[in-house]
Structure formats: C-alpha cells, structure tokens
C-alpha cells in the first residue's frame, strides 16, 4: 500500500459519521443504511484499497458468481413489504380483530436460520404452524425450537423499529 493511501485511511478516523456516510455513499454508489462508525470505516478502507490495487481478480469473480447461484438471495421478505402487507390486513373488515401488527398476515411465512437450519414458520389466522404441528403463540414456537423460554418476536426478528425507545442523547 502507498503511504498516501495509507494516510487517507487514518484520516477516516476522525470524520464524523455523516461525513463517514457520505464518503461510503460516493465509493459504493449505494445508499448507506449504517450508522456504525468502525464498520463504515473497515468499509471504506477495503473500496480503497481495493480501488487503488484493482480489485477482485477476475478468476474469484467467476467463482463468487457460481455460488451465488446455488445460494438463496433473500431467505426473509425486506420489512417494508412485511409491514405493508400486515397494515392491508389489519384494515381489512374481514381480518382478526386483535392481529399484531408486527405480524405478516395468515398465509405468509415467518422464516428464520437457527443454528444452520432454516426454520419455515406459517402465520394461520388462529397461531402458527411448525413442521405440521400447530403453536398458539410465536413463543411456544421458540420454545419448541431452541428448548428453552425467549420471547417469540425478538427470536423471530420481529417487530417495528420505530417504536422502540430511542436513548437519550
């Protein structure tokens, strides 16, 4: 690596977050979602670099391209989609009454890795079905699964992040 590169990588460090966002924005062409400051900075450190020294070697490429076949993209629908479908639902006059909102209306999939097994949960307008068998509640899920008590929507990833409390500044 050239001193010069080097030098701009510690300059990283004392950006604010913002300016960290906005660099990230420029090198990627994406938009930035992240507020984590040392994962904005390995970020934009290793586009750098790889800028700089030319990349991925074609041959790796390829190689990452025919994995990406074999692998699913996407295993859970983005929560925008979720809560957008769980909103048409709990407007419609002939949906449960007392629906959760941070649920996917009955028919949709609940999906979820655990400890390498990809776990289908289907939503049912009376519970949940796992593998066949009927659960009330998303807990008894979990509990079934993991063979302890946890909650069901923090173990599912559920649940509307604009709601939570923010802390104090």
Same mark, same amino acid.
């Given at each position: 690596?050239?001193?010069?590169?080097?030098?701009?990588?510690?300059?990283l460090h004392g950006l604010s977050v913002t300016q960290l966002?906005?660099?990230?924005?420029?090198?990627?062409?994406?938009?930035?979602?992240?507020?984590?400051?040392?994962?904005l900075i390995r970020r934009i450190a290793w586009r750098m670099?790889?800028?700089?020294?030319?990349?991925?070697?074609?041959?790796?490429?390829?190689? $990452?391209? =025919?994995?990406?076949?074999?692998?699913?993209?996407?295993?859970?629908?983005? #929560?925008?989609?979720?809560? &957008?479908?769980?909103?048409?639902?709990?407007?419609?006059?002939?949906?449960?009454?007392?629906?959760?909102?941070?649920?996917?209306?009955?028919?949709?999939?609940?999906?979820?890795?655990?400890?390498?097994?990809?776990?289908?949960?289907?939503?049912?307008?009376d519970g949940f079905e796992l593998e066949g068998k009927r659960?009330?509640?998303?807990?008894?899920? $979990?509990? =079934?699964?993991?063979?302890?008590?946890?909650?069901?929507?923090?173990?599912? #990833?559920?649940?509307?992040? &604009?709601?939570?409390?923010?802390?104090?500044?």
């Open positions: 690596m050239s001193t010069n590169l080097v030098q701009q990588i510690e300059s966002r906005e660099l990230y924005e420029d090198l990627m062409g994406e938009v930035c979602r992240s507020r984590h400051r040392k994962y670099q790889a800028n700089e020294e030319g990349g991925l070697s074609d041959l790796v490429l390829r190689r $990452a391209e =025919e994995l990406a076949v074999d692998s699913d993209i996407r295993t859970t629908a983005p #929560r925008d989609y979720i809560l &957008a479908h769980a909103q048409i639902a709990s407007q419609s006059p002939s949906s449960f009454v007392d629906w959760d909102p941070r649920l996917p209306p009955p028919g949709n999939w609940i999906e979820r890795v655990y400890k390498r097994r990809k776990l289908r949960v289907l939503v049912l307008a659960f009330r509640s998303l807990t008894s899920v $979990a509990k =079934e699964i993991t063979g302890s008590h946890c909650n069901g929507f923090l173990f599912f #990833r559920l649940g509307n992040q &604009a709601t939570k409390t923010q802390p104090k500044r």
